[in-house]
């Protein structure tokens, strides 16, 4: 992603060295993301076609999300886009924790190729991929599970 | 027609503005949940005190979740259910519902929120998520707010039917099984 897709920042200090979301603060944050994905796939059909998206956070040297919905795809969906909704989620994260986006294979019976994050050409006002964090509370607290 | 013509990102980072604490709920269920293979009949995925993540709104009292106050709120919900089974047909299918319900088994009951979810052939044993969208929604002082599942009877074959198996479940790959969130809006 580019620096000027930022829409608006008032959470983390972002310059022209920046390469990482680095959680500025210990509190309580609210995170959402939507995905526009299409699996561009003829393999799914009858097949396993469990894809996970979400956000992650990586501290103490573990990837793990942080919020997250599972999408299961057929033969109904296999060959388009769909929109993919992570609702808003109200986590616990740590000074310095860095967070990204992210899609992994949960469980597919194929190998996905050609899969791909965007829009239908004929669609101009469409958006491929949004995420929003929002720092709520700043009070203490501890969450081990997500 | 360049690529970024048609691709738009937007990234929206909020930091902290003041000192208020946002007046929101969210708990998240950090055990897997067993179904019974019932149609029709509604089944309550139960949270415990321990599953609440944030609490600026509610009382969460023997297993029931109130509002503290009346107001305007947003709701929105989400399960991880995996029937766990192949199935045999590519003509079988497995139908479920998941709602949100104010004041279950009352007068004053009410869906706040509810989605369908079909599984297919081929998905029997892969989780899908059932989500809730946020919903703006009218509450009063006292009304319990719960999540339930149900088993549609147009399903043709049954769900895993061994007591061991916990239906709502993390899937592969991630560690969310099932959650509800409620922000005061006014």
Not at chain 2, 64 to 84: D, L, Q, R, Y
């Amino acid at each position: 992603m580019d620096k000027q897709e930022i829409v608006s920042n008032s959470l983390f200090v972002i310059d022209e060295t920046t390469q990482k979301l680095i959680i500025p603060e210990n509190g309580y944050y609210e995170i959402s993301a939507s995905f526009h994905f299409n699996p561009n796939t003829s393999v799914i059909k009858f097949n396993r076609g469990g894809v996970n998206f979400g956000v992650v956070q990586i501290a103490e040297g573990v990837e793990q999300y942080v919020a997250a919905t599972r999408k299961s795809f057929d033969q109904k969906n296999q060959d388009e886009f769909s929109r993919i909704e992570v609702y808003p989620t109200i986590v616990y994260l740590q000074k310095d924790a860095v967070v990204a986006p992210a899609i992994s294979a949960g469980l597919l019976g194929n190998v996905l190729l050609s899969c791909e994050i965007g829009c239908n050409r004929r669609n101009k006002n469409c958006t491929s991929f949004s995420m929003n964090i929002k720092l709520i509370s700043d009070q203490d607290g501890l969450q081990r599970y997500y | 027609m360049g690529f970024k013509d048609i691709i738009k990102v937007l990234i929206f980072l909020v930091g902290f503005t003041g000192f208020a604490q946002e007046k929101s709920f969210y708990i998240r269920s950090i055990r897997s949940i067993h179904l019974e293979n019932t149609p029709s009949i509604m089944q309550q995925l139960k949270f415990e005190p321990v599953d609440v993540v944030y609490n600026k709104i509610t009382q969460f009292l023997n297993d029931k979740i109130t509002i503290s106050s009346s107001g305007t709120f947003e709701v929105s919900a989400f399960a991880n259910i995996n029937p766990g089974v192949m199935g045999s047909s590519s003509k079988d299918s497995i139908h479920m519902e998941l709602y949100l319900i104010k004041n279950p088994q009352s007068p004053t009951e009410e869906i706040l929120g509810k989605t369908e979810f079909r599984f297919s052939f081929g998905n029997f044993d892969v989780a899908a998520g059932l989500l809730i969208p946020p919903t703006e929604v009218q509450l009063q002082k006292n009304d319990e707010i719960s999540l339930w599942v149900k088993i549609l009877p147009t399903s043709n074959i049954d769900i895993n039917k061994s007591p061991k198996y916990d239906h709502v479940t993390k899937p592969t790959g991630m560690q969310q099984i099932a959650g509800m969130r409620i922000e005061k809006l006014l």
